[in-house]
């Protein structure tokens, strides 16, 4: 895998911060959208590298982090009926409902099981026709047409004990609304470069030249981030603000039409909370009527879920890069990976889980005994 | 869960209608979807995610864009001396 290691090159890594000290004469600030480059960036400390004046904002791209609070405990009532296997990706269980987890749940006798494909619960399905397979379909563009290949596949196996719990998520409306909010910093953006490969991004263009920001697709290795940086960055210099694509060898304007066609005919675009954040109008997708008999909601019937997160969690303020998790009073104390509070300590992708693995350090508040 | 994972395609077969590929992580092989990668062929790289390959890494363009960040490495050599 030569040239893909390529892009970890400490060389070339050193050459573009130079470049992007030579290009830089103002502060300028950046969000990115995607959790894996948030991971990268904080792990490699490429937000420390970075000239002085140029901050990085973590937005809300971790796909765990943002499924509302009432789909975690819709999905945890569903997993404790007896006939139920629950199925979904490994993050998704350690992250807090309003009362439990879906893995304090498996530990008390629930069947939940971790899936690496959406069509491996389908295959699930199949092979143990006397249960109700479940599975948790969250994520971005990226992963909506792994879901929906999976219910079209469970439509074609004629399989009636299979279902979503669906809470898809769309990045474009997303970043509307951080660039719609008051109190919004934001001057340019690196788009996800997976989402991108899947959607394109002529959604971006309109938003770039509305707003008067940059958007750079950008891949997640350490050198693609920091070409992502270099090439926002000398957009904002030279006031141009355009859709650039960074991660070329992956992602074309159009994105991948047969991919599209798949979400198009299994999803339709509605309004969705995002945890931590609130209400964005059109800015999820759920499954179309013609496939209203694989919705896990309907055969289950939790509707009426009332919910309730944890008092001391700042997550919102985190998802919409207005604050830092060293800003929270409980990172690293009571919230850690291994006893998490809030959803963005939970998976890798997570800005607070991102921050404790890199061992970023709050700052004592004084009479703070930690 | 977001991050897709780029591998090589070993081998391609057909199961249940369904275009099927071997990929290759590095030593480590996964069965993967092809439905929305019907250009793929054996030996191309393959973004991975969630057993789905949604891109075909393009080798040319990898390349060139490590060739212009190589060339800029050298231009600024050569500009801020050794
Ligand atoms: S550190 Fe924990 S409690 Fe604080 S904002 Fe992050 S997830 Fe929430």
């Given at each position: 895998m030569?040239?893909l290691d390529?892009?970890?090159?400490?060389?070339?890594?050193?050459?573009l911060?130079a470049?992007l000290?030579?290009?830089?004469?103002r502060?300028?600030?950046?969000?990115?959208?995607c959790?894996?480059q948030?991971?990268?960036?904080?792990?490699q400390g490429?937000d420390?590298l970075l000239?002085?004046?140029?901050?990085?904002?973590?937005g809300?791209?971790c796909?765990?982090?943002v499924t509302p609070?009432?789909?975690?405990?819709?999905?945890?009532?569903?997993?404790?009926?007896?006939?139920?296997i629950?199925?979904?990706?490994?993050?998704?269980?350690?992250v807090p409902?309003?009362h439990t987890?879906?893995?304090a749940l498996r530990?008390?006798?629930?069947?939940?099981?971790?899936?690496y494909?959406?069509?491996?619960?389908?295959?699930?399905a199949?092979?143990?026709?006397d249960?109700q397979?479940?599975?948790?379909a969250?994520?971005?563009?990226?992963t909506?047409?792994?879901?929906a290949?999976?219910?079209?596949h469970?439509?074609?196996l004629?399989?009636t004990?299979?279902s979503?719990?669906?809470?898809?998520?769309?990045v474009?409306?997303a970043?509307?609304a951080v660039?719609?909010?008051?109190?919004?910093?934001?001057?340019?953006?690196l788009?996800?470069?997976?989402?991108?490969a899947?959607m394109?991004?002529t959604?971006?263009?309109p938003?770039a030249?509305e707003h008067?920001?940059p958007?750079?697709?950008?891949g997640?290795?350490?050198?693609?981030?920091?070409?992502?940086?270099?090439?926002?960055?000398?957009?904002l210099?030279?006031?141009?603000y355009?859709?650039?694509?960074q991660?070329a060898?992956?992602?074309r304007?159009?994105?991948?039409?047969?991919?599209?066609?798949a979400v198009r005919s299994?999803?339709?675009?509605?309004d969705?909370?995002?945890?931590?954040?609130?209400?964005?109008?059109?800015?999820?997708?759920?499954?179309?009527?013609?496939?209203a008999?694989?919705?896990?909601?309907?055969r289950?019937d939790?509707?009426?879920?009332v919910?309730?997160?944890?008092?001391?969690c700042?997550a919102g303020?985190?998802?919409?890069g207005?604050?830092?998790?060293?800003d929270c009073?409980?990172y690293?104390?009571?919230?850690?990976p291994?006893?998490?509070?809030?959803?963005?300590?939970?998976?890798?992708?997570?800005?607070c889980?991102?921050?404790?693995s890199?061992?970023r350090?709050r700052?004592?508040?004084?009479g703070?005994p930690s | 869960?977001?991050?897709?994972?780029?591998?090589r395609l070993?081998?391609?077969?057909e199961?249940?209608?369904?275009r099927?590929?071997?990929v290759?992580?590095?030593?480590?092989?996964?069965?993967?979807?092809?439905?929305?990668?019907?250009?793929?062929?054996?030996?191309?790289?393959v973004?991975?995610?969630v057993?789905?390959?949604?891109?075909v890494?393009?080798a040319?363009?990898?390349q060139?864009?490590?060739?212009?960040l190589?060339a800029?490495?050298d231009?600024?050599e050569?500009?801020?001396?050794?």
């Amino acid at each position: 895998m030569k040239y893909l290691d390529e892009y970890r090159d400490p060389d070339l890594a050193r050459a573009l911060l130079a470049e992007l000290r030579r290009v830089t004469t103002r502060p300028w600030t950046l969000m990115e959208v995607c959790g894996g480059q948030t991971h990268t960036i904080v792990r490699q400390g490429i937000d420390e590298l970075l000239p002085g004046g140029i901050r990085m904002i973590h937005g809300p791209g971790c796909p765990v982090c943002v499924t509302p609070l009432e789909v975690l405990d819709q999905a945890m009532t569903i997993a404790q009926r007896p006939e139920v296997i629950l199925t979904s990706f490994g993050d998704m269980l350690r992250v807090p409902g309003s009362h439990t987890d879906l893995l304090a749940l498996r530990a008390r006798g629930a069947d939940v099981r971790v899936v690496y494909s959406p069509m491996d619960a389908v295959a699930l399905a199949r092979s143990h026709p006397d249960r109700q397979v479940v599975f948790l379909a969250v994520g971005f563009e990226t992963t909506a047409p792994a879901n929906a290949m999976a219910v079209r596949h469970a439509a074609t196996l004629g399989l009636t004990n299979f279902s979503v719990l669906v809470s898809h998520v769309l990045v474009p409306p997303a970043m509307t609304a951080v660039l719609r909010a008051p109190t919004c910093r934001v001057q340019g953006f690196l788009a996800a470069g997976h989402v991108c490969a899947v959607m394109g991004w002529t959604e971006y263009e309109p938003i770039a030249a509305e707003h008067r920001v940059p958007i750079v697709v950008t891949g997640f290795e350490p050198l693609d981030l920091l070409e992502g940086i270099l090439m926002a960055v000398r957009q904002l210099e030279t006031g141009s603000y355009r859709v650039e694509n960074q991660y070329a060898r992956a992602v074309r304007r159009e994105g991948n039409t047969a991919a599209q066609d798949a979400v198009r005919s299994v999803f339709r675009i509605t309004d969705r909370s995002w945890r931590g954040i609130g209400a964005i109008p059109a800015s999820g997708l759920t499954l179309t009527d013609a496939y209203a008999a694989f919705d896990a909601g309907r055969r289950f019937d939790v509707g009426s879920i009332v919910v309730r997160e944890h008092p001391d969690c700042i997550a919102g303020g985190i998802l919409t890069g207005d604050r830092v998790p060293t800003d929270c009073h409980a990172y690293g104390t009571a919230c850690t990976p291994r006893t998490p509070l809030g959803a963005p300590m939970v998976s890798a992708e997570g800005t607070c889980a991102a921050y404790y693995s890199a061992g970023r350090r709050r700052a004592p508040a004084p009479g703070d005994p930690s | 869960m977001c991050l897709g994972i780029p591998g090589r395609l070993t081998g391609i077969e057909e199961q249940d209608g369904l275009r099927v590929g071997t990929v290759d992580f590095g030593g480590v092989r996964k069965q993967v979807c092809l439905a929305y990668t019907p250009q793929a062929g054996v030996g191309d790289y393959v973004i991975v995610h969630v057993g789905f390959a949604i891109s075909v890494v393009d080798a040319t363009e990898a390349q060139r864009t490590l060739a212009v960040l190589r060339a800029m490495g050298d231009v600024l050599e050569q500009e801020l001396g050794p």
